[in-house]
């Protein structure tokens, strides 16, 4: 099974922006929800942001009007537009496909990391 493909991770200010990037190989992108997760050392990872198939868009109560999830179906790629960063957004980020339950079910790619710090 290939991996999904997690980019765009990196050290920003608080306050500031990043975008990341998710390459989710496979003909399943199209007919199943996508999500971003975020994993940060002591705590389970959780999904903060999910796009369905057909583009109703959710988003943890965290991240609700500073992040924005978006995708592209026809390059399999999901984004994470993130902005007002703060320290406590720091973490890995992970991007997967999710059935009707929430569950993740492709396995989980390197994943990449954003660091939110003065």
């Known amino acids: 099974q290939v991996l999904p493909v997690e980019s765009g991770g990196g050290l920003v200010q608080p306050g500031g922006s990043l975008t990341l990037t998710c390459v989710i190989p496979g003909n399943a992108f199209t007919r199943n929800a996508a999500g971003w997760y975020r994993h940060v050392p002591g705590k389970l990872r959780e999904r903060i942001a999910g796009i369905t198939e057909s583009g109703s868009i959710t988003y943890h109560e965290a991240v609700k009007g500073r992040f924005t999830i978006s995708k592209d179906n026809a390059k399999n790629t999901v984004y994470l537009q993130m902005e007002q960063l703060k320290s406590e957004d720091t973490g890995d980020y992970y991007c997967?496909?999710?059935?009707?339950?929430?569950?993740?079910?492709?396995?989980w790619g390197q994943g990449t990391r954003v660091t939110v710090s003065s």
């Open positions: 997967n496909l999710y059935d009707y339950k929430g569950v993740p079910f492709r396995s």
